[in-house]
């Protein structure tokens, strides 16, 4: 009789706890349905919201599922909170281990923080030819923790993020035309007004050199051996790098074909050779000579 009234007593305590818990459990599955129809239709407009502004795709998809997770995470501690547990001790347990995530994922974390800024404000897209971190190519690929780039070669170069958002980067597709200063030097004989001429006539008969504004040539350096002259103008993208490759060839063409020389560094070697009663004789009996390079001797009364 003892055991049958500790088990019905037993009994009755289990009831009250599940009539005492039962009302944070309903609630607790109210607020879970309720908390999910309502991040749906958040998630709905944020879509919306994303077709209607220019953001880059991976960045929308991002953001979508960043959002997404916190509500939801938001939605747990909730549920969690109606079931009688503490947040205090919960929030706690949370921030240790992201604390201790965060130590063990720094560098992962500046890559994702890079990311983040290079989706956001955009300094390059998807195709463009940009120069960054000692390396140059097209931009194929941009992703929260890298960016993957095709070298002129067709070789795969991945820049991590962190390092990409804080160092310098030239995109070089940016704008729609480039200028372009190509430098061509002349003997300082040469007929520089000629020189010019030429090379105006060159590039203004070149189909895709935009002429506003005009082509120029300058005078740009006076230098060791040859006048520098600058031949600058402006074309667009898909033109510029076939127009400079043919003013390069057919520059040096027409100014030779025109009598106009093009200079390069000479350099004068004497050789003179000491006749001397101490002279020694190599090993295939020939006098020892001796060379030196753009100097005399001013004692040479032997010779």
């Given at each position: 009789m003892e055991k049958l009234g500790l088990t019905q007593e037993n009994w009755e305590q289990f009831i009250a706890w599940v009539w005492d818990f039962l009302p944070g459990v309903i609630s607790a599955i109210v607020i879970f349905f309720v908390g999910i129809w309502i991040i749906n239709l958040f998630s709905k407009g944020l879509r919306k919201f994303f077709k209607k502004k220019d953001y880059d795709e991976t960045l929308e998809r991002f953001l979508y599922d960043l959002i997404n997770i916190g509500l939801k995470i938001l939605l747990i501690i909730l549920v969690v909170t109606q079931l009688g547990v503490q947040t205090s001790s919960l929030v706690a347990i949370l921030g240790a281990a992201g604390l201790a995530v965060g130590l063990a994922l720094q560098g992962s974390l500046s890559n994702f923080a890079g990311g983040v800024m290079i989706l956001f404000f955009k300094p390059f897209k998807i195709g463009d030819f940009i120069e960054a971190q000692g390396v140059s190519g097209t931009v194929k690929e941009i992703s929260i923790f890298k960016t993957k780039l095709n070298t002129f070669g067709n070789q795969l170069a991945i820049i991590p993020n962190g390092k990409l958002s804080n160092e310098n980067i030239i995109n070089y597709s940016s704008e729609p035309t480039r200028r372009n200063n190509l430098e061509i030097g002349i003997s300082y004989t040469s007929n520089i007004k000629e020189a010019k001429n030429i090379l105006l006539d060159l590039i203004n008969s070149q189909e895709g050199v935009i002429q506003d504004p005009a082509p120029e040539v300058v005078v740009s350096n006076l230098g060791d051996s040859a006048v520098t002259l600058s031949l600058r103008y402006?074309?667009?993208?898909?033109?510029?790098?076939?127009?400079?490759?043919?003013?390069?060839?057919?520059?040096?063409?027409?100014?030779?074909?025109?009598?106009?020389?093009?200079?390069?560094?000479?350099?004068?070697?004497?050789?003179?050779?000491?006749d001397s009663q101490n002279a020694k004789k190599s090993s295939f009996g020939t006098d020892k000579t001796t060379i030196d390079i753009n100097t005399k001797e001013e004692n040479n009364g032997e010779q």
């Open positions: 402006w074309a667009s993208l898909e033109d510029y790098w076939r127009i400079h490759f043919y003013a390069v060839e057919e520059a040096k063409k027409r100014l030779e074909d025109k009598g106009i020389s093009l200079p390069f560094p000479q350099r004068e070697v004497h050789v003179y050779n000491k």
